[in-house]
């Protein structure tokens, strides 16, 4: 009975170290206040399981990896004014922490400092200098103090992905803080939320002297980055947004009129913290199998034109778990340096399938299934088989499309033989001398 105690507890211990993956969170703050003027937000991800340890930015004992291990699996970043951070912890430290798998939320505001925008740029994303926030002097909050930095951005600004800003409401979402651009180049960068097309970023106490940073659509307010490894790092430009008073302010443009009774900045910052956690959005690969049609056993070789069958799991993560994915858009790729057929797989309970004929080419090939969308991880499989010519002892005794050189052969025989039999026996008649 004691080993099964001990298998017991040991099964318990599994099932918490799995509930407990990617849970492990670093909150930089700048000042231990953001605690308090940030509750609702800290409160929600620790409802959502998160398990958060606080610190300050400039803490000397702040360290994201020990031993070669990664300490954690999330870092929030509230701390824009940061000039330096404290420990082992730095830029390079933390685009590492992103390359080895790790998401990173960051807020920031008009007192940015120099480390956020390095790793914005690390990014694909450039902030706008020190002491500057986006402006619009039309979609303004009636509570602005005058300089119309409280800006409202409507839910229509949003990018075109559920999976990741959730379900669009109707209510507004409060900013006020460092606009950004991208990196057109980067095709990896998305632009979660951008400005309207009457505002701009600069310094609201400074004359606009030369062309802004940013100006009207291509002023980000909410940039994302997912990462070729599948880490995801989205930077807010307002530290404010996540604050209680934006997530409880009703909110009352200046230029349309309507007044919402709260904002829709908690659903927001929900759907974008669960979404760069990577609590939805994960697809993963499950049983791969092929075989000849009519077969359960995939062969060792597989010879040209031959009908396959080929079946993919693919699970998504939902709430925890792992489910069925229904997406209706994946596509298989049988590959030699190219693909020599493209196909989209059909759907049954979780299970892709389809099944065509293998080309009349043979080499080394490759089942492929890339799928890349907009707000899910990428879902890459490769499975590679061989495939043969036909054997000597498998091409047809007769092919239809050579009957012409068949009869050609055959009427030469003939003729041959014809021309044979008159040659032998043709005999011409002597000619009698004339004296």
């Not at 701390?79 to 420990?87: C, M, N, R």
């Not at 922490?97 to 990014?123: H, K, M, Y």
Request: hydrophobic content about 40%; glycine content about 6%; aromatic content about 12%.
């Amino acid at each position: 009975m004691a080993w099964l105690k001990e298998a017991f507890v040991l099964a318990v211990f599994a099932v918490f170290s799995v509930a407990a993956t990617g849970q492990r969170t670093l909150v930089l703050v700048d000042n231990w206040s953001i605690r308090e003027s940030h509750s609702i937000f800290f409160k929600n991800l620790r409802d959502a399981g998160y398990d958060l340890s606080f610190k300050t930015a400039d803490d000397a004992s702040l360290a994201l990896v020990k031993y070669g291990e990664f300490l954690y699996d999330n870092l929030v970043i509230f701390s824009p004014s940061v000039e330096e951070f404290g420990g082992s912890v730095d830029v390079p430290a933390i685009t590492n922490f992103i390359d080895g798998g790790g998401n990173v939320l960051v807020a920031a505001s008009s007192d940015i400092g120099d480390p956020l925008r390095e790793l914005a740029t690390e990014c694909g994303v450039e902030f706008d200098e020190e002491k500057t926030a986006v402006i619009d002097h039309l979609n303004y909050d009636l509570a602005d103090q005058g300089k119309h930095t409280l800006i409202v951005a409507e839910p229509s600004n949003l990018i075109e992905a559920s999976m990741i800003v959730g379900k669009k409401g109707k209510s507004p979402f409060l900013f006020r803080g460092v606009g950004m651009v991208s990196d057109p180049e980067n095709p990896l960068v998305l632009n979660i939320l951008h400005a309207s097309s009457t505002a701009y970023s600069h310094s609201p106490s400074e004359k606009i002297e030369e062309f802004p940073h940013a100006v009207g659509t291509n002023t980000l307010l909410v940039a994302g980055l997912q990462a070729r490894n599948n880490a995801r790092v989205v930077f807010v430009g307002s530290l404010d947004f996540f604050s209680d008073e934006f997530f409880q302010s009703a909110v009352q443009s200046a230029n349309k009129g309507d007044k919402f009774p709260q904002s829709g900045n908690q659903e927001l910052a929900q759907s974008l913290t669960s979404w760069t956690f990577r609590q939805k959005g994960v697809l993963r690969v499950g049983k791969v199998s092929h075989h000849r049609t009519g077969e359960k056993a995939p062969d060792a070789a597989y010879i040209i034109n031959q009908d396959i069958d080929y079946s993919i799991v693919i699970e998504e993560l939902v709430n925890g778990e792992w489910k069925a994915f229904n997406g209706d858009d994946v596509q298989l790729e049988f590959v030699r340096i190219d693909p020599f057929v493209r196909t989209t797989l059909k759907r049954k309970n979780g299970v892709f399938y389809t099944s065509f004929m293998l080309p009349d080419i043979y080499g080394v090939f490759q089942f492929r299934v890339d799928y890349n969308r907009i707000g899910y991880t990428r879902l890459f499989s490769t499975t590679q088989v061989s495939v043969w010519p036909l054997q000597h002892t498998q091409y047809e005794r007769f092919i239809p499309s050579a009957f012409p050189y068949y009869s050609a052969a055959f009427s030469m025989m003939a003729g041959v033989v014809l021309l044979s039999f008159v040659f032998l026996h043709y005999k011409e008649e002597p000619k009698e001398k004339k004296e």
